[in-house]
């Protein structure tokens, strides 16, 4: 049985099926390449180790990023994701792209696979969508230029995938603020010599912070008789 046209665009990807060192859409001169429309799932490994990849254009019909989909995308430069209908990024989708610098999540995006950003060592900020509920183990992690985070409060108490680990989710940030109403836990960060540089400050910002009463004033001491 043959397909033809954006039908077999669309089966291939969603299947997967790639292999490492080859792009299912190869860049041009330029380093530019392009998912169409069409596609509504961009598999595993459809553009692991595409060395010669830059940037790429991904239509808003695609849903989600497969396991490995980008990994090892070393001189991937920039993902703008924001207006596409991606609800779930795989399982590292993205790790190793070592000159990723900016990134650009979907306000739908509901899911970030364990690893799918790890050794992104270019990356200096990352904005969390409203809508993410699940983030994987060690989606951070060893992203040694990563000085902001973004997290919406809707994480609750990082209900994570997998076994709910967040040993290593962060380690190696230097400056994380945390959205209020999110509870801080010891093993959020990783402490030790074979990691990235240690964490040297962390801010909490309320999203609804109470005033604090004031003090009330002391009595003043009786006049001596």
Known sequence: MRFSGALAVSLLLSWGGGVE?????????????????????????????????VMISIHADVERIGDSAFEGCTRLESIDLSDTSIVAIGDSAFQGCTSLTSVS??????S??????????????IRIPQAVTSLGES?????????????????????????????TLF??????????????????????????????????????????PSPEPSPSPSPAA
């Open 171 to 212: 380690d190696g940030c230097t400056s994380l603020p945390i959205p209020g109403g999110i509870r801080l836990s010891t093993e959020l960060f990783s402490f030790n010599a074979a990691s990235a540089p240690a964490l040297r400050r962390l801010q909490v910002d309320e999203t609804s912070p109470s005033p604090s």
């Open 21 to 53: 060192g080859s792009c299912l859409y190869p860049p041009d001169a330029s380093g530019h390449a392009t998912v169409p429309s069409g596609v509504t799932s961009i598999g595993s490994y459809s553009f692991a180790s595409c060395t010669s990849l």
């Open 105 to 110: 999540l979907p306000l739908v995006l509901t």
């Open 112 to 125: 970030i696979g364990s690893s799918a950003f790890k050794l992104c060592t270019s990356l200096p900020t």
């Open 139 to 167: 989606a951070f992690h060893s992203d040694s230029s990563l000085v902001s985070v973004s997290l919406p409060p809707a994480l609750g108490e990082l209900v994570l995938a997998g076994d709910g680990s967040v040993s």
